[in-house]
């Protein structure tokens, strides 16, 4: 049997996250899903924290994971990741928590999961677009496309969250070779996977603009970001037996 769960990382998004879990809550009854929530909190200084434990409290479908700090937005994910391995998930989708992500998309994604290991919400196929975002975030993202496309030969749309992994198609040791614990961390995963020869397909998602709430990302981030790419555009072209022993020898190292 499927079970489905959806991951919510949060840090400050006191103004969104009720709403975003409404709104799930409504497309679980119209499209007839079952499906639990994990939402992983960095310890939101603006009380997001509180108001999920408030909503978990009269929602049994809801769990939060409070860590002690902002870990970056990568350790979420493999945190989220890793929680529902332990769990028996066998479809994880990951997306925001800014309610730039339509929860009416999500059967979407579940459909086209039947033939791919990872399924990613394009921006820049088909009906898939962001023409409502403001335009210095356009640059930037369309920016981080070419740059991923151009440095890791991948035609898919690396860069955003709102994905679906099929945790029984991926082996879990294919995350212990992403290193990156930032926003690095999307295009890594996804290059990881498509080094491992699994099939990732793209279905087209237009992002509603942010009305509340400013972007986690910062100039040093992006920077970090863009260097990251060009060395894992290096480390790509080993061969994946060989990243998994880089992989095995930092975690050997590290001990």
């Known amino acids: 049997m499927m079970r489905l769960v959806i991951l919510i990382p949060t840090y400050n998004e006191a103004t969104t996250i009720a709403e975003l879990l409404i709104a799930l809550n409504s497309e679980r009854i119209t499209a007839n899903l079952n499906y639990d929530l994990i939402v992983i909190d960095d310890n939101s200084p603006d009380g997001t924290g509180r108001i999920l434990d408030e909503l978990a409290s009269t929602d049994p479908t809801v769990q939060v994971l409070h860590r002690e700090g902002k870990l970056g937005i990568g350790s979420a994910h493999l945190a989220g990741i890793e929680w529902a391995y332990q769990h028996g998930t066998t479809v994880l989708v990951t997306m925001d928590a800014d309610c730039t992500h339509s929860p009416e998309e999500v059967s979407l994604f579940i459909d086209a999961s039947e033939n791919a290991a990872v399924v990613v919400g394009s921006r820049f196929i088909g009906e898939g677009g962001i023409n409502q975002w403001p335009l210095h975030r356009r640059m930037i993202t369309k920016g981080g496309h070419f740059l991923t ?74 920077v970090r970001g863009f260097t990251y790419l060009f060395q894992l555009g290096m480390r790509s072209r080993l061969p994946l037996s060989s990243l998994r022993r880089s992989a095995k020898n930092e975690t050997h190292n590290s001990k």
């Open 149 to 222: 496309q151009l440095v890791l030969g991948m035609r898919y749309d690396a860069t955003g969250a709102y994905r679906v992994y099929r945790l029984d198609k991926i082996p879990q040791g294919i995350f212990s070779l992403v290193r990156s614990r930032d926003y690095a961390f999307f295009y890594e995963s996804l290059k990881v996977v498509d080094l491992a020869k699994l099939p990732i397909a793209q279905v087209p998602v237009v992002l509603a603009p942010r009305f509340e709430g400013n972007s986690k990302m910062r100039p040093s981030d992006m």
